[in-house]
């Protein structure tokens, strides 16, 4: 059928490079069409490595020239094959120029240098550099860098690259330069320039140490209303740094840019952050409560990276969970400390669960299908075709994860005590996980040798949990074992060292003191059993009455509990669990359960029946007003579709759409006056401001107005009208318009039409109105089907299959957030899908392969969709053209 597979790269085939850069003088001339490039490499022979040639990797480069110590090499000393030039040179110290020519604006895959509207940025990571220059482009080779730009002044007035401005200036015919020099030595997948009309909200800040920086966020004329929010974030993500693990901003700069064409986040690059404009730009007439949670969480995970990525870098790319697990987890602790310092003192452990249940949202909807997919992986990988498609959720969100249960295990002190030995040992080098694992060992003198299992280990481990309570003696004795499905070239498992957090609830709903059999006294509260082999038991001794067991509280590990407990017990718990994250799972998982079963009733035929006993544990906790509003508005929202269908055997997604649909006009309809009067109560007064506490009433109102307008309950359309006419901002304008759109609401077109015009001009949020219309349910059989709506809106000019924010808005929530319309019986989605898959791979391959992994666990599917989808999937991958990325996703899915 097709050609050949692209060629796999193994960890195990890591090698030293015989040559290495120590210094790089980097000389652009920069043009929109045709940029020149000049590259003088001080290169050093490694006494480490085996002698071996110059490796220099290049991709879509116009080589113009290239001179070893100022001779051409001869061409008998030069081999190429693609993509390598491997240069027969001799001498521990050589001087290497090249030229190259690139042509930014025909770099539609936005990696290396490309145009986005009038400016030229960069973004490197994690093979770019090799689309600017030849370059060893590896993380482990370690230069530092000097840079000057020259363009046109009037096309790029700001000329920004790594480190420091050390000279700029005017040159003839209307040009101009800037030089920038790094002192630190980096990767070049650091490196990074922008040249464009920007302007830049600026401050200035001592660090801990007394040192002045200047902060800067540069961004488009007409946008600096909206920096204000990014540099608050940078500014608390420094404090917090400084004053949880003693990390300084180490330069007298610090920049951060927004690009409007980007294909992930953000990137750490040193002193010179390139962002997606979503992440940065926030006003509250146009940006979400979720927006302001989303900016400052890529601030402060950018930020951090200066230390967990940039000052200590990662070997190979194999280890990129190093600083991605890692940076993942320090983003989360510190938007879980900002969140409990918000709530003050009574409210900081809810706060902080709000937190935890959002990170585990993710997991559950995104890592845990993929590590049951073809993609499983470990967080560090033994093999990839391409490394663009191994910036996965199981690298980033089980990799903190994994960073988690390390600090579980070690504990606060223990924890900063290991960060501190890795940055005395390991500052300015590029090294592996192990290394990062040894000194968390080393410093806290335990044998973690067993905990790195769960670095190369995949799939979802399952931790099945049995109690017996003994009344005769008063124990109970909880048995727990683990067992992890077998993956693709993975079938055999080893035991892992899982802590399991655990509290025993008594009768009255309150947390017993624990008593390990064999300790002199109990404790009170949570504690962690640490189990380390296939099956293990514990006995608690001296209890009163039979306890219900709370397991995995504040999701101790990332795994899936398997533990029988009837929905008498989920109530239970749903009601008093003690620890908030296990009490919103306990409501999660009877969520799931009716769900699920409806879903059955459904796909059989039958009618769905919502039990009266859920809708009586649910309506106890709509209504109870101790709890935190941010809080109870995540338990009483739905399990995500994504992690619905991971859990539905086989995966079905009209019957579960059908069930959820029926399940919230059943809640909306029962309870409607508990709705409305909480409702009226959560309104927020005064004009807005991004506050935790304000932030969790309107999501809690929202999500009222959303369980009103499904249910079309009495004044719910109307009340979503004129919240939708009267907000002052984002967040409630969105909230209404989205419980129009996710209902019958007669009102919806006018309300999406208005939206548009009166946001014609402004990009991010005509991807919410894209969004909001991509994942919208069929709430009634005179209502457009998903896909017409998506092919419509493709044709609208808010969108472009060239800027990947709007591809992932319309094309991504399609396929992604809206499975229930995406997978119809005839077809037509899948169709849809290959047809974009394979337009957009001719583009940008990177988002293309986003795209195509929306199908990669086509197997959990019922039959008749698998055939439907499998046909669609060789026909991508019959494609001659493909790109690697790509092709490694459909060619795993299909298991060749
Ligand atoms: N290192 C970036 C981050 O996590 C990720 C990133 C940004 C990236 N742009 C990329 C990864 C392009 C691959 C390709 O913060
Ligand atoms: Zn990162």
Redesign the pocket.
């Known amino acids: 059928m097709r050609t050949e597979h692209a060629p796999t790269i193994q960890r195990a085939d890591y090698r030293l490079l015989s040559y290495t850069v120590d210094t790089v003088d980097l000389h652009f001339r920069l043009d929109a069409e045709a940029t020149e490039v000049r590259s003088r490499m001080l290169c050093l022979r490694n006494p480490e490595a085996a002698a071996g040639p110059l490796v220099l990797y290049g991709d879509a480069l116009e080589l113009v020239s290239l001179t070893i110590d100022g001779r051409e090499p001869a061409p008998e000393t030069i081999r190429r094959s693609s993509g390598v030039m491997a240069i027969e040179v001799s001498g521990d110290r050589i001087e290497v120029e090249v030229v190259t020519r690139i042509n930014p604006t025909a770099n539609t895959a936005l990696s290396g240098l490309y145009r986005s509207r009038d400016g030229l940025f960069t973004q490197c990571e994690a093979e770019g550099f090799r689309r600017i220059t030849w370059f060893p482009d590896r993380p482990d080779v370690m230069a530092r860098f000097t840079v000057t730009l020259e363009g046109e002044r009037a096309a790029y007035p700001v000329l920004l690259s790594n480190g420091n401005l050390i000279e700029a200036g005017s040159l003839p015919d209307g040009r101009h330069f800037a030089r920038w020099e790094d002192p630190f030595p980096k990767p070049s997948y650091l490196f990074a320039l922008v040249a464009a009309p920007l302007v830049a909200l600026e401050r200035r800040e001592r660090t801990s140490s007394g040192r002045e920086v200047l902060l800067q966020v540069w961004v488009e004329e007409g946008n600096l209303d909206r920096a204000g929010h990014a540099m608050d974030s940078l500014v608390h993500s420094m404090r917090w740094d400084e004053e949880t693990f003693g990390l300084e901003l180490d330069l007298d700069r610090y920049m951060i840019v927004v690009a409007s064409d980007f294909n992930m986040g953000a990137m750490?690059n040193k002193g010179l952050n390139i962002f997606n404009a979503k992440y940065v730009l926030a006003k509250p007439e146009t940006a979400t409560d979720f927006d302001y949670e989303g900016v400052e969480s890529v601030v402060a995970?950018?930020y951090f990276?200066n230390w967990t990525?940039n000052r200590v870098t990662c070997r190979d790319w194999f280890q990129l969970t190093l600083?991605?697990g890692l940076?993942?987890f320090r983003d989360q602790q510190f938007s879980a400390d900002m969140l409990a310092a918000a709530a003050g003192e009574a409210g900081a452990e809810s706060a902080r669960a709000v937190q935890r249940i959002s990170n585990v949202r993710g997991l559950r909807a995104a890592q845990f299908p993929e590590d049951a997919g073809p993609m499983a992986h470990p967080i560090r990988p033994d093999s990839y075709q391409e490394i663009n498609n191994f910036y996965t959720a199981t690298v980033?969100e089980k990799g903190a994860e994994v960073i988690r249960m390390l600090h579980t295990l070690l504990g606060r002190e223990g924890f900063r005590n290991g960060m501190d030995l890795y940055f005395s040992y390991h500052d300015g080098q590029a090294v592996t996980c192990d290394d990062f694992v040894e000194c968390m060992a080393e410093a806290n003198g335990v044998d973690l040798d067993l905990f790195m299992r769960w670095y190369g280990q995949a799939g979802t481990p399952r931790l099945r949990a049995e109690g017996r309570f003994d009344a005769a003696d008063g124990s109970y004795t909880l048995t727990l074992s683990q067992h992890t499905p077998g993956t693709p070239g993975q079938a055999d498992k080893q035991p892992l060292h899982i802590p399991v957090a655990v509290g025993l609830i008594g009768p009255d709903g309150k947390d017993l003191p624990l008593q390990i059999e064999g300790e002199h006294h109990a404790q009170l509260g949570t504690r962690v059993l640490e189990l380390k082999t296939a099956e293990a038991s514990f006995r608690f001794v001296g209890l009163p009455a039979e306890p219900v067991p709370s397991l995995l509280r504040g999701f101790s590990a990332p795994v899936i509990l398997e533990l029988e407990e009837d929905e008498a017990r989920l109530a239970f718990r749903m009601a008093h669990d003690s620890d908030p994250f296990n009490r919103w799972d306990a409501a999660q998982r009877y969520m799931e359960r009716v769900i699920l079963a409806q879903a059955g009733e459904h796909a059989a035929g039958r009618k769905m029946v919502t039990p009266q006993a859920f809708g009586h544990a649910f309506r106890a906790l709509l209504v109870d007003e101790r709890l935190d509003p941010a809080y109870l508005a995540e338990v009483l929202a739905l399990p995500s579709e994504a992690y619905l269908l991971d859990r539905m055997k086989p995966a079905d997604p009209a019957a579960l759409r059908a069930a959820l649909i029926h399940l919230m006009r059943d809640l909306g309809h029962a309870m409607q006056g508990d709705f409305l009067s909480r409702y009226a109560d959560l309104e927020v007064p005064g004009p807005y401001r991004y506050h935790p506490a304000d932030a969790g009433r309107r999501a809690l109102r929202n999500l009222c107005l959303r369980y009103m307008t499904a249910a079309e309950v009495g004044i719910a359309f109307e009340l979503a009208q004129r919240q939708f006419e009267h907000a002052e901002n984002m967040t409630e304008r969105h909230g209404a318009l989205q419980a129009l759109t996710q209902s019958v609401a007669p009102g919806r077109e006018t309300a999406l039409a208005a939206f548009r015009t009166e946001f014609a001009g402004d990009a991010l949020v005509l991807d919410k109105w894209l969004a909001l219309q991509a994942t919208a349910w069929r709430w009634s059989e005179t209502q457009p089907s998903g896909l017409e709506l998506v092919r419509a809106l493709m044709q609208d000019e808010a969108f472009s299959l060239s800027n990947p924010n709007k591809v992932y808005a319309l094309l991504g929530g399609f396929f992604r957030g809206n499975p229930g319309e995406f997978h119809r019986d005839d077809g037509a989605g899948y169709a849809f899908w290959a047809d974009q898959v394979i337009a957009l791979d001719a583009r940008n391959p990177q988002v293309a392969s986003r795209m195509a992994r929306a199908l990669e666990n086509w197997q959990r599917y019922t039959p008749a969709l698998q055939a439907l989808i499998k046909a669609e999937m060789q026909r991508v991958a019959a494609c001659e053209a493909l790109s690697s990325d790509v092709r490694e996703i459909v060619e795993k899915a299909l298991g060749d």
């Open positions: 750490e995970h950018e990276h990525g600083k991605e940076t993942v980033y």
